[in-house]
């Protein structure tokens, strides 16, 4: 089986100067999703009609699709099909045609249109020129309607709102964008296609009186889930092809032993994944190819983007992780921001208003309140207490700090990179640390105190 995939559109209606089918659905590109679907159902040769801005559809989908060109992106999806007949002109068999801004369509329902075609002609013994996915909308408004013969799914044809007259735009079966095409009948068919009188465009859509009159078998089938029928023409469109793949994601892993609070606030992209007995509290924000393994709770409002969260690990309200790891048992937040390149270790505890980057912290560590650890190495069971900085860049380069197992760096001490601490060794409070510490060793580097008996109250009262 090939496949066509129609991405080659101005997208009028979306008001964008990019093309349509390149703009997003949680954080992957429209088009996308209906490449991946065919491929989810194991069909491996598609080719893409791309035509406007061609480039940016290129970009998105790579090199594992064959490329064919439409002239004129005004053609019409039936000018598309067109455009590529080099693609299936010689194809023996079926054909689908996927409208590029249909990406709800599932895999499942790609496969069953297959099936119900081999299994009409198997059982009845007739050879189907076009199966046509449908569904019944509430409102059916924008869509192109499905005219049958009554009682039966044999289509008579398919009717463009603009086109359809009172009657049939009462008709609420439409056309979900998603074909089976015996391909040389198609290819018999599809060039005797004309331009539309409203519109001047050859639609995909005639093909289907044309056969029928001609004595060709159209049938429809129906889809899976009416959501799947979602063609992507305006950016609300959009906004709710997200929602809905969204809601199945969360859905998917719900079943999968993730428990969601409030899953209508919480972001989930499609390549993340869960483990099992994961907790995912309101409004958190999962993307890219983060991987969350069991038993992690994420607190309300996190935001976690390629980052990989271990086993048990608990990340409370309010933290950013991107582009990190934290190992098992680790304890993140509230308001962390561990930042990219950063390994947190097993165990080590990370608090509020602590950002880390690109630094390894050793397990059992605890930072716990108030940090800049950055360009860092820490040590197995070191302290770092509140306000402590690693003063990293000289204005020119960055710089490394070592800071020993087991090591106490007191509150509001500022390390000077390049500078080590050694294993067990202590910083007093308030210490601006500009050279190595020993193993061992005490540091403290800051002004003594002094006291003068009776002078505050006078000062307080002058
Ligand atoms: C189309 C169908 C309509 C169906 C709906 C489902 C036709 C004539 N109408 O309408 O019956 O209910 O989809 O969503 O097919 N494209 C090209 N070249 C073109 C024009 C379009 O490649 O010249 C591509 C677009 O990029 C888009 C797809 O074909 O991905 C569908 O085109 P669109 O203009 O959105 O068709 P609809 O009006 O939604
Ligand atoms: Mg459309």
């Known amino acids: 089986m090939k496949a066509l995939v129609l991405a080659a559109g101005l997208g009028t209606r979306f008001k964008s100067k990019r093309p349509k089918v390149v703009h997003r659905i949680l954080g992957k590109p429209m088009v996308w999703y209906v490449v991946s679907t065919l491929r989810q159902a194991g069909i ?19 090199d594992e699709v064959t490329y064919l060109h439409q002239r004129d992106p005004k ?3 039936g000018d598309a099909v067109l455009s590529a007949m080099e693609f299936w002109k010689d194809h023996e068999g079926y054909l689908l045609v ?25 059982y009845e013994g007739v050879k189907i020129s076009c199966a046509v996915l449908t569904t019944f909308l509430s409102d059916p408004t924008g869509y192109g309607r499905v005219i049958k013969e009554e009682g039966t799914d044999r289509i008579l044809r ?19 964008g998603l074909y089976a095409f015996f ?36 049938r429809s089938f129906m889809a899976t889930d009416p959501t799947e029928a979602l063609g992507v023409n305006t950016r609300w ?6 929602n809905v793949l969204r809601l199945r994601i969360i859905r998917f892993w719900s079943d999968r032993g993730v428990t969601f609070h409030l899953p209508e606030t919480v972001w989930l992209d499609p390549d993340v994944t869960l483990g099992e007995e994961v907790e995912i509290e309101p409004d958190v924000t999962l993307k890219g190819k983060t991987k969350v393994g069991p038993g992690v ?21 309010y933290s950013v992780v991107i582009g990190a790891t934290v190992e098992p048992g680790a304890t993140v937040g509230p308001f962390s921001h561990i930042r990219e390149g950063t390994v947190v270790g097993q165990k080590a505890e990370i608090g509020a208003f602590v950002e880390v980057k690109r630094s390894r912290i050793g397990s059992g560590v605890k930072a716990k309140h108030l940090a800049y650890i950055g360009d860092a190495e820490v040590g197995e069971g070191a302290n770092i207490g509140a306000g402590v900085v690693t003063a990293n860049y000289d204005g020119k380069k960055k710089h490394k700090t070592f800071i020993g197992k087991g090591t106490f760096v007191g509150s509001n001490s500022l ?11 202590y910083v007093a409070g308030g210490s601006v640390i500009t050279k190595d510490v020993p193993e061992g060793a005490l540091a403290v580097s800051r002004s003594p105190m002094r006291l003068f008996e009776g002078k505050g109250r006078k000062k307080l009262k002058d």
């Open 158 to 176: 398919i009717v463009e709102e603009r086109d359809a007259t009172p009657e049939e735009r009462a008709v609420r079966e439409v056309n979900a």
């Open 44 to 62: 491996q040769d598609i080719g893409v009609v791309v035509g406007y801005k061609a480039e940016e559809v290129r970009d998105v989908l790579g």
């Open 183 to 218: 391909a040389p009948h198609l290819k018999e068919v599809l060039p005797e296609v004309g331009p539309s009188e409203a519109t001047g465009e050859i639609y995909l859509t005639e093909v289907v009186s044309l056969m029928t009159s001609r004595g060709m078998e159209v």
């Open 297 to 317: 709770r994420i607190g309300r409002g996190s935001y976690v983007e390629n980052a990989s969260i271990g086993e048990g690990v608990t990340v409370l309200p």
């Open 415 to 425: 390390l000077i990179a390049p500078v080590s601490l050694g294993d067990e060794s």
């Open 98 to 122: 996927v409208n590029g801004d249909s990406p709800l369509i599932l895999p499942e329902t790609v496969r069953n249109l297959q099936r119900f075609v081999h299994m009409v002609e198997e």
């Open 237 to 242: 469109d959009l906004s709710i092809a997200e």
């Open 75 to 77: 053609g019409g999806t």
